[in-house]
């Protein structure tokens, strides 16, 4: 069984930086693709970042030049260095994994004041 736990997520100021990780109970290297996705109350979730195993990444222009992505195998986990957050990032930040299916983490919660 393939878990993902999500942590890292807190209240920050607008301008400010958060580094969410996301460890699995497997070695990630079995990860076709990892990713971000991220959701707010009333919206549908929102892809945020992609890695693949070959450690190519993709942004949401929403992001992009701010967040990173970012996977390190030796310890399973998976990071989005988050800086210069802005009050729109504000949401729960999920954790997604491929390996013959999708599995997804259970959410940490991301605030952004203004």
């Known amino acids: 069984q393939v878990q993902l736990v999500e942590s890292g997520g807190a209240l920050v100021q607008a301008g400010g930086s958060l580094r969410l990780s996301c460890a699995a109970s497997?070695?990630?290297?079995?990860?076709?693709?990892m990713a971000w996705y991220r959701q707010v109350p009333g919206k549908q979730r929102e892809w945020v970042a992609l890695?693949?195993?070959?450690?190519?990444?993709t942004y949401a222009d929403s992001v992009k030049g701010r967040f990173t992505i970012s996977r390190h195998n030796a310890n399973n986990t998976l990071y989005l260095q988050m800086n210069s957050l802005k009050p729109e990032d504000t949401g729960v930040y999920y954790c997604?994994?491929?390996?013959?299916?999708?599995?997804w983490g259970q959410g940490t919660q991301v605030t952004v004041s203004s």
């Open positions: 997604l994994a491929t390996f013959n299916r999708d599995y």
């Open positions: 497997i070695s990630i290297s079995r990860f076709s693709a």
């Open positions: 890695i693949n195993d070959d450690d190519r990444t």
